[in-house]
């Protein structure tokens, strides 16, 4: 079908794309025009089905009616507000609502605009907790291979993905990664894997390398998302939850990704039933319609830094977009939205019917592993010999062909759909996907 030439610009040229091979992408351009539940709409007509939430934020489908007339209705009233020295009433309630919705324990609330500003504010404010209860010594921040924490410079550094990283020179000094989980023996897992708790104890040899009081803070993301879908071993995060508090390490979990329902709970956290101090969020927190992101943090943290004379500036740190009106009005209407129509309990009712159908790929041509958790699935193809990522990135483009869209990284193939899919829905994917498997050289 030809393009409709009002959909899709003249020159394509000006757009510097993100994390696209751009070259590629503009000599065949994939364009979506508009979106439905849990439906793309392309360029040429064809839908698409959407087996990813975007980029892991439409947790609730797309063109949600609340979303869209809350944005509506606040553009109109109050487009803008400062957030240095002023407020508006919905920062507040959307604070409050993420609160209630939280994890026990993770009371206080800052607003960022992105996964990657919600890493670098937990990693400054880290570091400033130890510095405002005299333990300034403690700059130290510890990340892990394979981690993703998004592309600012502190999220890279403790970053954990090769290709993130070589461009870029040096980073931030003073940080150390642990071991990632994903080892050969946990193949095929479904759910958590059985081995690899003892890797959390890597953590221990870096506090005997560099010492306690050097380190402010560990940060992992509980599922390992966008490095290809990495489960934490059975007792891993426990363990890391134990050696942090022996040695008064603050323990970030970022939940950029896992948040808002896609582990079928509000967070990993409750997932896992493990207490971190600070909780890093977007995506979802808004369902990806408006850039938003949050810190959570416990009273521990944040009541560090209410000491002193009450007219100062307790934290020297923010942005002139934290808790935009229009943003925390999506996002209130996001809450509402789960909330409304059980999403979280959804997914976590779907999960074993999707457990099922990602693992009906076992034995389809190239594929080497497969995982999950939620409604999360990686399917982990081998490698064309010389030519990493070629057979997942020729994968991505005949599903896209037939009217599904999946993620690749690397020669891993991620899929992580709105938690509004049907079971029919799970089936179209995974049936297309085994088809496209099946053809590939």
């Known amino acids: ?244 508090t022996r040695h008064g390490i603050v323990l970030i979990f970022d939940e950029v990704i896992t948040g808002f329902g896609r582990l079928g709970a509000s967070f990993a956290a409750e997932h896992f039933d493990v207490q971190p101090d600070i909780i890093t969020t977007a995506k979802g927190l808004t369902n990806g319609v408006i850039p938003m992101g949050a810190v959570l943090t416990t009273p521990q943290i944040h009541d560090a830094f209410m000491q002193g004379p009450e007219h100062m500036i307790e934290l020297f740190h923010g942005y002139t977009y934290s808790g935009n009106p229009i943003a925390s009005a999506a996002g209130l209407a996001t809450l509402e939205t789960y909330r409304e129509d059980g999403l979280f309990e959804r997914a976590a009712s779907l999960a074993p019917y999707w457990e099922e159908a990602l693992h009906s790929l076992k034995g389809t041509r190239h594929v080497i592993d497969i995982r999950n958790m939620g409604l999360i699935g990686a399917v982990e193809l081998e490698p064309i010999a010389g030519a990493p990522t070629k057979r997942a990135f020729q994968a991505f483009l005949d599903c896209y062909e037939k009217g599904v869209l999946i993620r690749t990284t690397g020669d891993i193939i991620a899929m992580s759909p709105p938690l509004i899919i049907e079971k029919a829905q799970i089936d179209q994917l995974i049936g297309t996907l085994k088809e496209v498997l099946e053809g590939l050289d």
């Open 1 to 244: 079908m030809a393009l409709d030439r009002k959909s899709v610009p003249n020159d394509l040229s000006a757009f510097w794309m993100p994390f696209t091979a751009n070259r590629q992408f503009k000599q065949a351009p994939r364009m979506f025009v508009s979106a439905d539940r849990m439906h793309y709409k392309t360029a040429d007509g064809r839908e698409v089905l959407d087996g990813t939430a975007g980029l892991w934020c439409c947790n609730a489908g797309h063109n949600r009616p609340k979303i869209v007339e809350a944005i509506r209705q606040q553009a109109g009233e109050l487009d803008y507000a400062p957030a240095f020295q002023m407020g508006h009433p919905k920062a507040f309630e959307l604070a409050s609502a993420l609160r209630d919705m939280a994890p026990e324990g993770m009371e206080h609330v800052f607003f960022t605009n992105s996964g990657s500003e919600s890493v670098e504010t937990a990693l400054k404010i880290a570091i400033a907790y130890h510095r405002a209860r005299g333990e300034g010594s403690r700059t130290r921040l510890i990340g892990r291979e394979r981690g993703y924490h998004g592309v600012n410079f502190g999220g890279i550094s403790v970053g954990g993905i090769v290709n993130n990283r070589r461009m870029f020179g040096t980073l931030l000094t003073g940080t150390d990664h642990l071991p990632h989980t994903h080892l050969p023996e946990n193949a095929w897992s479904r759910g958590q894997p059985e081995h690899g708790a003892h890797l959390a104890d890597e953590l221990e040899r870096i506090v005997a390398l560099h010492g306690a009081e050097t380190i402010a803070a560990v940060i992992v993301e509980p599922m390992a998302g966008s490095t290809g879908v990495l489960l934490p071993p059975k007792g891993y995060l426990e363990r890391l939850r134990e050696i942090c």
